[in-house]
């Protein structure tokens, strides 16, 4: 694998070979000293250019803990502020030889930029606009799997604001692709269209979506995307769309998954977010491995050594 630009058009045997290799870098956290070799005298560079916890800090966790030197790059105190333009940016980067950019910003379409423009570096989407979250799917499928010992046959219910969403993007054309059924509810405001053509089945109601589901997965209201009133209010919307309790009863034992930062009593209760079906910070454990596996997996395809551009 070159770069991870996307589910659409990943190989299901290279999402499904990531999946496998991730549990034996669960086993590294655990180690005393959590270190592999796998990325030694290797760089990876963070050019985040929207605002990340999860997936900044698991990026970087992952390359320390497979021995890569990683760089993480402050948009807010860069020469971006002195008017540097983004390519400009990537290539004063590229500049110092990094094996692999992980990219996240707020337009659509920069990773594949990344990797025209700078062909020395692999490139890793951790975001890009309202498009695609790969790794963020990748480790829910492999959070889904650890609980229910396959995908296959599972159907996952998706909940929330889907239109601004690229977590529900990636999720819906990787759980599909690896074989489970995708419903999904939501405001019809916040409702993207052609969800058929991705193979997901929208239901009238968050209950009819949940009915005898393996697996929610709440999505927040993207607040920070909106430029016009999509949902009447909060209060509302928790009301009507809510994950709270009473509607995840009747679901027999499925887990919830929410890939953060929560929107707690808007999408999500605090007492589902924080009860015994969350999965929510297994997750971000998960996310940690995931990455490590994706990132050992491009830099297995990688020649060791620098390139000299001079
Ligand atoms: N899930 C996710 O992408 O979270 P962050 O924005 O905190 O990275």
Redesign the pocket.
């Known amino acids: 694998m070159r770069h991870l630009l996307r589910i659409r058009g990943l190989p299901v045997g290279q999402a499904r070979a990531i999946l496998d290799e991730a549990p034996r870098y669960l086993d590294v956290a655990d180690q005393p000293v959590p270190r592999t070799p796998a990325l030694l005298g290797r760089t990876v560079v963070l050019l985040f250019r929207?605002?990340?916890?999860?997936?900044?800090?698991?990026f970087q966790l992952a390359a320390k803990r497979l021995s890569a030197e990683p760089l993480a790059f402050a948009s807010a105190s860069s020469s971006l502020s002195k008017g540097e333009t983004f390519l400009d940016t990537a290539r004063t980067l590229a500049a110092m030889a990094p094996d692999i950019i992980v990219t996240?910003s707020r337009e659509s379409g920069i990773p594949e930029l990344l990797a025209r423009e700078i062909p020395t570096a692999s490139v890793v989407n951790?975001?890009d606009g309202i498009s695609e979250?790969p790794t963020?799917a990748l480790l829910d499928a492999f959070t889904i799997r650890r609980h229910r010992g396959r995908v296959r046959g599972l159907t996952v219910a998706i909940i929330g604001d889907l239109l601004h969403s690229r977590?529900f993007r990636s999720n819906a054309l990787l759980l599909t692709m690896l074989g489970a059924r995708v419903r999904c509810a939501g405001p019809p405001t916040l409702m993207p269209p052609g969800l058929e053509r991705l193979g997901v089945e929208p239901r009238p109601s968050v209950e009819e979506a949940l009915r005898g589901a393996d697996a929610v997965m709440v999505l927040r209201i993207q607040h920070e995307r909106m430029h016009d009133s999509f949902i009447p209010s909060r209060r509302e919307y928790f009301h009507e769309f809510g994950l709270t309790e009473e509607r995840l009863r009747p679901t027999r034992d499925a887990i919830v998954l929410h890939?953060?930062?929560l929107n707690r009593a808007v999408e999500i209760s605090s007492a589902v977010a924080d009860g015994p079906r969350s999965v929510i910070l297994e997750q971000v454990r998960n996310?940690v491995a995931v990455r490590m596996a994706v990132l050992a997996e491009i830099a297995r395809g990688r020649p060791r050594g620098r390139r000299r551009r001079d």
């Open positions: 929207e605002p990340s916890t999860r997936t900044r800090s698991s996240r951790a975001g979250h963020q977590v890939p953060g930062p996310g």
